[in-house]
């Protein structure tokens, strides 16, 4: 169940389906133009062994391998051309957002926790930056519980300070610093988790 999830979550039905048409559309350009590259080239041939005076031809794939050959030769040419062209184009539509998401991800990493994650809307990858931008919100929340807990154990130990200056009871103070250390440890316990 979970490794069909990841996969599902990584490629996309309709990406995939656009990667298989154009895919397909390629495929059949290239069988079309091999069929009528070889109907030219193996007309032109049977023309000129029909005209010509001298025909010495032993089979018929002596007459037609050449025409075939040259014919799929230039085919193949036109389909790496369309392949590569198409191929571009997917990289491109990936290569980009995933550039973007990876700037993101080590802005967050630097401790970037205010600018948010986003993609272009057409680009691909919607599903994962979202994600992240949720990530990038949870550690937000939770760098300020850390916050909030550090200054409530900060201003606990000022007090305990100023009790120990002033000769006063240390029991309060103590009590409130012990338990901004609790509650210290259980925000830092609940980050890790």
Same mark, same amino acid.
């Given at each position: 169940? !979970?490794?069909? %999830?990841?996969? &599902?979550?990584?490629?996309?039905k309709?990406?995939q389906?656009?990667?298989?048409?154009?895919? +397909?559309?390629?495929?059949?350009?290239?069988?079309?133009? @091999?069929i009528l590259?070889?109907?030219?080239?193996? !007309?032109?041939r049977? /023309? *000129? +062994?029909m005209?010509?005076s001298?025909?010495?031809? +032993?089979s018929?794939? $002596?007459l037609?391998?050449?025409? @075939?050959?040259? =014919? *799929?030769?230039?085919?193949l040419?036109?389909?790496?051309?369309?392949?590569?062209y @198409?191929? %571009?184009?997917? !990289?491109?539509?990936?290569?980009?957002p995933l550039?973007?998401?990876?700037?993101?991800?080590?802005?967050i990493? =630097?401790g970037d926790?205010l600018?948010s994650v !986003?993609?272009?809307?057409?680009? /691909?990858? &919607?599903?994962?930056?979202?994600?992240?931008e949720?990530?990038?919100k #949870?550690?937000?929340r939770?760098f300020? #519980?850390?916050? $909030?807990?550090? *200054?409530?154990?900060?201003s606990?130990?000022?007090e305990?300070?100023? =009790?120990?200056?002033q000769?006063?009871?240390l &029991?309060?103070?103590? #009590? =409130?610093?012990?338990?901004?250390?609790?509650?210290?440890? *259980?925000t830092?316990h +609940?980050?890790? %988790?």
């Amino acid at each position: 169940m !979970g490794k069909n %999830r990841r996969r &599902q979550y990584l490629v996309k039905k309709d990406y995939q389906s656009r990667f298989i048409l154009r895919f +397909a559309v390629i495929t059949t350009i290239w069988s079309v133009a @091999a069929i009528l590259l070889f109907a030219l080239f193996a !007309g032109r041939r049977l /023309e *000129e +062994a029909m005209y010509s005076s001298h025909v010495n031809i +032993a089979s018929a794939s $002596e007459l037609l391998l050449p025409s @075939a050959l040259y =014919a *799929e030769g230039l085919a193949l040419l036109l389909y790496v051309f369309l392949l590569a062209y @198409a191929v %571009r184009g997917i !990289g491109k539509n990936i290569s980009i957002p995933l550039f973007m998401l990876k700037k993101d991800i080590a802005r967050i990493g =630097a401790g970037d926790l205010l600018n948010s994650v !986003g993609l272009r809307p057409d680009d /691909e990858f &919607q599903d994962l930056a979202a994600d992240v931008e949720k990530m990038r919100k #949870e550690l937000g929340r939770r760098f300020s #519980e850390i916050k $909030e807990e550090h *200054e409530a154990l900060a201003s606990a130990v000022s007090e305990l300070d100023r =009790a120990c200056l002033q000769d006063r009871p240390l &029991q309060g103070p103590a #009590e =409130a610093v012990k338990t901004a250390v609790a509650r210290m440890k *259980e925000t830092l316990h +609940a980050f890790t %988790r």
